[in-house]
């Protein structure tokens, strides 16, 4: 350091070489404490020295079995606490020789919105007028034809030739056009169709492409995944979706007490927290132990299946086989596991 240097930095109180030496103290008394504050806590600081323990932990996929075990028994504790309840965080991998897949008949769908409403209360998403996340989206689509009354009498201008016609504002036959959010007073409404969409757990899923922190990914089991503890809140995720299957916690998630559903999965329905995305996990905490999806279950015209797409015999591939089917926007090379069918 020359001469100068040190005049300089000594008219602002601090040499270059005191500042480092200083950095290094307060750093290594930082970890100190923190080390300190994780040990031995006293049960008042439980809650507390378990959230710190989260900022330290590794992304789930580089723990070891001894390391994720102890992250889901702090989870446990945590959310028991928090809530009041006994709270179960279950990690269980994807099953080998598994490929889930999903189909559903939008022939049969009815709009009853039972399917989103099954998924907000078995996922435990947030809930209330100031933020409200729901997984599923039921479009609602409507039908019509072009009109010969139309034709001359509703277009404009017409002192100029007709460059507008009057069939312009009609919906014609069903066109992915349509209200994300309706109140029916009974369903199916007359000249109304419906196409419910979420999460269709892409073979090639352009939002894991994007992750800079690489906290979303692809199980071998077909299911794209989410380690929330990891999430920066970017948002790429969900610029990067072309089927607006991604939602983000603006602020703090609203999940009553008495409304927690206690069977959860680290990978899946567990509680979020502000500031980070979330989507369809096709229930993980269910399908991973042999169950249906809540929807699957809750549906009550039949038109959702889920089932192994190795497996000659399941649901899924049958429809494949005997149905006509089609993928949403095939065109872009995602390769979805989520097929629309009609009998």
Known sequence: MSKEDNIENG???????????????????????????????????ATTNVEWAEHFQKNYRLMTEEEKQEALDRLEKRYSEEFGKEVTVDGSPAMDGVLFGYALNIQK????????KACVAENNQSRGDEQQIEWIRVLRLEKGQFS??????????GDYGIQVGG???????VVLEGQHYYEAK??????????PMQC??????????VCPVQTTYRDPDGIVVIDYNWCIGCRMCIGACPYWARRFNWGEPSLPAEQMNPVTHYLGNRPRMKGVAEKCTFCVQRTRKGRW????????????????????????????EMKKVFRLRADLNTYPKFFYFMD
């Open 293 to 320: 999806t809540a929807c699957v279950e809750v549906c009550p015209v039949g038109a959702r299946k889920l089932g192994n797409l190795l497996d000659p015999e399941s649901d899924v591939r049958k429809v494949l």
């Open 11 to 45: 008219a602002q109180g601090v040499s270059r070489r005191d500042f480092l030496r200083k950095a290094g103290t307060y750093s290594a008394a930082s970890l100190s404490g923190a080390a300190l504050l994780l040990s031995n806590p006293k049960p008042a600081q």
């Open 148 to 157: 010969a009354e139309d034709r001359d009498n509703a277009g404009y201008p």
């Open 167 to 173: 069939n312009a504002y009609k919906p014609a036959g």
């Open 200 to 209: 269709m757990q892409c073979e090639k899923p352009p939002c894991v492409k």
């Open 109 to 116: 769908c009815i709009g009853c919105r039972r399917c989103a």
């Open 186 to 195: 009974q369903v199916p409404e007359k000249d109304a169709f419906y196409m």
